[in-house]
């Protein structure tokens, strides 16, 4: 992507900011976890489904000495912001705290994460906007986290991570739901490990190649849980993003599941109407990576758009700084209309995250 003048500029909904080293959380830990952390010898929780050595992980010139890609904010501003690319950037750290089994450490571990990032990133630069991370080990503390942080307006979604413990849509994560309503604040959903589970609905894979061709598999199991078990019933005014998964395999999937909604709708009566609806209703998507033909042309994106039923579920995602996605995002923004370009570019994620309409910069294809 370049940038160019006129229009609205973007709002980059996926970039990692990462940790560079665990000490750093240390001035945000109580000081048991830091004893904790020093004497079991812990070096950290980077995300294992980024290998550091793999093309795929980090655009070439993210990678800093120091620390992993994303670990420098001067860095990340100077490539997401300052270049023209956006003039907002939500940060989603996948600092991998929601896979501890001791729910008290893992609760700690997020809240210092959170700290950290307001100290750290939110201080250092208006643009950025950041997600909070809860671990889901304990629901209850997950929402005393959202209503803590959710104070700082730089704090703009509440991150969990696809592969859980059980599926999200489960009661017992009703809490973590109820404290994203009340402070207005969207869900996002971003593959990753915050469980024991394996990372495909049928084990573990051999390869990290069928990881991550598989990555939208475990998207696509939670957004069927979120619908059946009536969290947006439940929570009327809750919005979802999924994030990373690709977009391509959600209208297939909203058939299956409105076909088989009118056989089975007695078994969740609470789920009053089509599948498809609350879908169009509640979700969003990042449109990095972009799961298209090719052979990208407007008719291909016209039929898309209308099995998915509405542009303003698309948000506009570099996923810096991995580097997986080619020119795809940009081959979609150069087939759309200039209105639907300004939705998928600001204007969706405007509304969502309650930032201005208008921009300074425009990034185009």
């Keep these: 992507m370049s940038a160019t003048s006129g229009g609205p500029a973007c ?5 990692h900011n990462a940790v560079p080293d665990i000490s750093a959380l240390f001035a945000f830990l109580p000081d048991r976890w830091v004893d904790y952390c020093v004497e079991s010898g812990v070096d950290g929780f980077d995300p294992a489904f980024y290998p550091p050595g793999m093309p795929l992980s980090a655009r070439p010139d993210a990678r800093c000495d120091g620390g992993p890609p994303g670990s420098d904010p001067d860095l990340v501003r100077a490539h997401v912001l300052d270049d023209g690319h956006a003039d907002h950037a939500v940060l989603n750290c996948l600092y991998a705290v929601q896979a501890l089994h001791n729910p008290d450490w893992s609760a700690a571990m997020a809240s210092a994460l959170n700290d950290w990032q307001a100290a ?14 809860v671990s889901p080990r304990d629901p209850r503390a997950a929402a005393e986290e959202i209503a803590r942080v959710a104070e ?7 991150l969990l991570l696809a592969t859980a413990s059980a599926p999200l849509g489960r009661r017992g994560y009703r809490p973590i739901y109820a404290a994203a309503e009340a402070a207005g604040l969207p869900v996002a959903i971003h593959p990753g490990v915050g469980g024991p589970n394996p990372l495909s609905p049928v084990g573990w894979p051999s390869h990290y190649i069928e990881d991550y061709a598989g990555a939208a598999l475990s998207l696509q199991s939670q957004l069927t ?4 078990e009536g969290v947006f019933a439940t929570h009327p005014g809750l919005r979802v993003v999924l994030l990373e998964s690709g977009v391509t395999w959600l209208p297939s999937l909203m058939w299956r599941f409105d076909k088989n909604w009118k056989a089975l709708r007695r078994e969740v009566p609470w789920v ?18 972009f799961d298209a033909p090719l052979d990208l042309d407007r008719d291909w994106v ?6 998915l039923g509405s542009v303003q579920m698309l948000l506009h995602a570099s996923d810096y700084p991995h580097w997986h996605h080619g020119d795809r995002p940009s081959a ?10 300004a939705l ?4 969706n994620a405007a509304r969502l995250y309650g930032l201005p309409e208008e921009g300074s910069r425009c990034a185009t294809a």
């Design 302 to 307: 016209d039929r898309f758009l209308a099995q």
């Design 120 to 133: 750290r990133w939110l201080a250092a630069d208006p643009r950025f906007r950041a997600s909070i991370v």
């Design 152 to 158: 700082n307006p730089g704090f703009v979604q509440v």
């Design 272 to 289: 009053d109407q089509p599948p498809s609806r609350l879908i169009r209703e509640h979700v969003l998507l990042s449109v990095a990576p």
């Design 225 to 228: 849980s979120l619908v059946c």
């Design 344 to 347: 998928v570019l600001r204007g």
């Design 11 to 15: 709002i980059d909904c996926d970039v």
């Design 332 to 341: 979609l923004l150069e087939q759309l209309s200039p209105a639907e370009r």
